[in-house]
């Protein structure tokens, strides 16, 4: 059960790139319910207008189609969203690519692609919205991950793309910072009901096995990614900047299982 007030983003828009499925449809939906007037951005305009009728359409939801990749596209989208709802509160970038690949597996294209559409997309983003964002005040949060910060076989496309990612919202929070402008990341964890989890583990087993790894022994759900943004973007949380939450039940920490305390014994 969420500790936020119904009506704590009353007045406040949104922009979330990637925001048409997932985790980053799920922030959207929550502040919708918090009372943000929230526009979500995708490739796919089909998806864009579907999801912005999930949220309830107008007058507080807006879909619109752009690719990150293309910094004059979503520049348009970003003045899009500001001449209908006026200065962005709140920027999330969450667009990302993804596949599972060895390096000798991994063509030169489909490596720079991952690093533009999660890292160059990011700074694209970013760099778009800041003098559409309010001032002071703005919360700017971009949608990481663990392979960041821990190299993972079959990730090096994504482990580069990411930590590019946790240093640019690091710089930028200095750069910004004396505008008012707060920029953070949401660093999630195995969470279910997503696309990637799906690819990952497919079956009960496989299941199992990923779970009993993690501290908490569990699977974290959208909501609770969601409430992270929340909390980064509302006024319990303005005197944080340049901060990579970790939303993942601990499974940065390393191996939980029963197995590796067993043998540490």
Same mark, same amino acid.
């Given at each position: ?6 009506? #704590? ?15 980053? #449809? ?35 939801? /807006? ?24 200065? /962005? ?14 390096? $000798?597996? +991994?063509? %030169? ?7 533009? +559409? ?19 005040? %703005?919360? /700017? ?45 949401? &660093? ?18 496989? $299941? ?23 909390? /980064? ?7 944080? $900047?340049? $901060?990579? #939450?970790?939303?993942?039940?601990? &499974? ?9 305390? &067993?043998?540490?014994?």
């Amino acid at each position: 059960m969420s500790a936020f007030k119904d009506n #704590l983003l009353s007045g406040k828009t949104a922009f979330i790139a990637g925001g048409t499925s997932g985790i980053n #449809l799920g922030i959207a939906r929550r502040m919708v319910e918090l009372g943000a007037r929230v526009v979500v951005a995708g490739r796919n305009p089909e998806k864009a207008s579907a999801a912005a009728a999930e949220l309830g359409g107008e007058p507080n939801a /807006l879909g619109l189609s752009c690719d990150v990749r293309d910094y004059a596209a979503i520049r348009a989208a970003l003045e899009h969203a500001v001449e209908r709802f006026g200065p /962005l509160d709140i920027v999330v970038s969450g667009a990302a690519g993804n596949f599972l690949a060895p390096v $000798t597996g +991994i063509s %030169a294209n489909g490596f720079r692609t991952v690093v533009d +559409i999660d890292l160059n997309g990011t700074f694209n983003v970013f760099k778009a919205s800041y003098d559409l964002v309010r001032k002071p005040g %703005a919360s /700017l949060i971009a949608i990481t991950a663990g392979q960041a910060v821990n190299p993972i076989m079959m990730q090096a496309h994504a482990c580069a793309a990411k930590a590019g990612v946790n240093q640019l919202v690091r710089v930028l929070a200095m750069e910004w910072g004396p505008q008012g402008i707060r920029v953070n990341g949401i &660093s999630p964890g195995p969470i279910a009901g997503t696309e990637g989890m799906a690819r990952l583990t497919p079956n009960e087993e496989s $299941t199992r096995s990923r779970t009993g790894r993690i501290p908490l022994r569990r699977y974290g759900e959208i909501a609770e990614v969601a409430e992270s943004a929340v909390f /980064l973007c509302s006024d319990s949380a303005t005197y944080i $900047t340049g $901060t990579i #939450l970790d939303c993942d039940g601990g &499974s940065q920490l390393g191996d939980a299982s029963d197995r590796e305390v &067993s043998q540490g014994l």
